[in-house]
């Protein structure tokens, strides 16, 4: 047995000690679910019918709230969830008139959604297929490399440096522990996708697993749209294209005085797009940098594998494992076969990178050609 599988199966048992409730809506039963005290499991929808009483497919067990922030594009504020859906390990969002449950699996991810005004569940539909997968990724080491990137971008990471530990004062510093955000701008050609389920389908399994390779960090992911000279840049061109965003990004840090502090303040920036963001390309990233660009175009993984790109993790130090009784790539693989699933995991070699890198301060790229002063841009 895996670790994997061991951990969901002491999981499973702890659960199934926990105290049931009922109430007469969804979202009011998880409510009271969590108010009365965790864990807590709860019985959703119709549990008569076809189905029989107290069907297994109804069950949602709420284990343990998670120390991560949400916010969507409105200002609501989320709260995310761990425990289990239908027998399975899930991750809850809660927001306001709004609750998906994220699943998933050998068959990709599921997302179970309920709203207030609607008395049963919805189920989102996966990402659009963008036709042939995206270009086999050489190794990272063969990725562009631009001279001068990196002096650049460390100055300017510098010179937010120097502001005044007030500037950050709504994070407390010397009372919550060190802090990475994730600030996800949406490109306004997304109009039109619920910013709720992108959060469930991209997001919130991923932030939940960082949780967990990153234990003693709180984690922040704000959702902005409607900001012009970035959520209307145009796109289609790798190189051109992500440096624009890259100086939108720190233009934005620099304007909203994000004052970044090694060990202590993190933060990333991603721009979500309709399309693909490049010919064949569903996502770019400066190798250990601080930005990145995504297409709703691509798989469920695609964020976590763009931001693991900007905590230094490598295609090198990616796998096929063998999950779910069928082979599976983790995070950072670098090519999407339809054949294989998705592991929705990193593996151990690219977590040790990402803790390195905080450890470091997120002290500027970190290329696989260690005599290499340039940024190097990855897919």
Not at 71 to 88: H, I, K, Q, S
Request: hydrophobic letters at 40%; one cysteine or more.
């Amino acid at each position: 047995m895996t670790s994997t599988s061991l951990a969901a199966c002491c999981l499973l048992a702890l659960l199934a000690t926990a105290p049931t409730v009922r109430a007469s809506n969804a979202l009011d039963r998880f409510d009271a679910a969590v108010a009365d005290g965790l864990p807590r499991t709860i019985v959703l929808g119709d549990t008569h019918g076809a189905r029989g009483r107290d069907a297994p497919g109804d069950v949602l067990t709420i284990a343990a709230a998670l120390d991560v922030d949400v916010r969507f594009t409105d200002g609501v504020p989320a709260r995310l969830y761990t425990g289990t859906w239908r027998g399975e390990p899930a991750v809850m969002t809660r927001s306001d008139h709004h609750m998906d449950i994220t699943v998933t699996g050998r068959d990709g991810v599921t997302i179970t959604g309920f709203t207030d005004d609607s008395s049963g569940s919805h189920q989102v539909a996966p990402p659009a297929n963008p036709g042939p997968a995206q270009a086999p990724r050489a190794s990272d080491a063969a990725s562009r490399r631009h001279a001068g990137a990196r002096p650049a971008m460390l100055a300017a990471r510098s010179a937010r440096a120097s502001g005044t530990t007030n500037d950050l004062s709504y994070l407390a510093p010397a009372v919550v522990p060190p802090t990475v955000t994730f600030w996800i701008f949406l490109h306004d050609d997304t109009k039109g996708t619920s910013r709720q389920h992108i959060n469930a389908g991209y997001v919130a399994w991923w932030i939940a697993d960082m949780k967990r390779i990153l234990p003693s960090y709180r984690l922040r992911v704000f959702y902005i749209d409607n900001r012009p000279g970035m959520t209307d840049l145009s796109y289609g061109n790798k190189e051109t294209d992500m440096w624009r965003w890259t100086l939108a990004a720190d233009a934005y840090a620099a304007q909203a005085k994000l004052v970044y502090q090694p060990g202590k303040s993190e933060y990333k920036f991603m721009l979500i797009t309709k399309d693909l963001v490049a010919p064949s390309t569903v996502g770019l990233a400066w190798l250990g940098g601080d930005q990145a660009m995504v297409s709703l175009k691509g798989s469920y993984n695609t964020v976590a594998h763009e931001f693991g790109h900007t905590f230094g993790g490598v295609h090198e130090d990616s796998a096929v494992w063998w999950s779910y009784v069928w082979p599976c790539e983790t995070n950072l693989y670098p090519t999407d076969y339809a054949l294989l699933s998705n592991c929705y995991r990193y593996t151990a070699a690219n977590e040790a990178r990402i803790r390195t890198y905080l450890t470091r301060g997120g002290d500027g790229p970190q290329p696989l050609d260690p005599a290499s002063s340039a940024m190097t841009l990855v897919d």
